[in-house]
């Protein structure tokens, strides 16, 4: 079992910034892929990033392409935690935004086993 708590959400203004975190409790996190989801209001949850963990990551995150650019997923093995830098915030970037984590069978894992329980982000226009 992995437990996921993200957190960094808050409100900003459009064309500001804001970095997401998301800390796991297992060990080691390195064989974890990790994402990061979005879900707005009245809307079904969608993907935003990815980044491969062992034995893929010789493989390149991936993005959303309505977030190609301007956010950037990153991650820290050592400290267990998976970050979202987004830069550039739209209106439309208002959501929910879960962090997932699956221990990957192949790459892009095409689903994830384990969720955090969200933290909002709202952009104001």
């Known amino acids: 079992q992995v437990q996921l708590v993200e957190s960094g959400g808050g409100l900003v203004q459009a064309g500001g910034s804001l970095r997401l975190s998301c800390a796991a409790s297992r060990r080691p996190f390195s064989s974890l892929s990790m994402a990061w989801l979005r879900q707005a209001p009245g809307k079904e949850r969608e993907f935003v990033a990815e980044?491969?963990?062992?034995?893929?990551?010789?493989?390149?995150?991936d993005y959303a392409d309505s977030v190609k650019g301007r956010f950037t997923i990153s991650r820290d093995d050592a400290k267990n935690t998976v970050y979202l830098k987004m830069n550039s915030l739209k209106f439309e970037d208002t959501a929910v935004y879960f962090c997932?984590?699956?221990?990957?069978?192949?790459?892009?894992?095409?689903?994830?086993?384990?969720w955090g329980q969200g933290t909002q982000v709202t952009v104001s226009s």
């Open positions: 997932a984590a699956v221990e990957a069978p192949r790459w892009p894992p095409g689903k994830y086993d384990y």
């Open positions: 980044i491969p963990g062992m034995p893929w990551k010789f493989f390149s995150a």
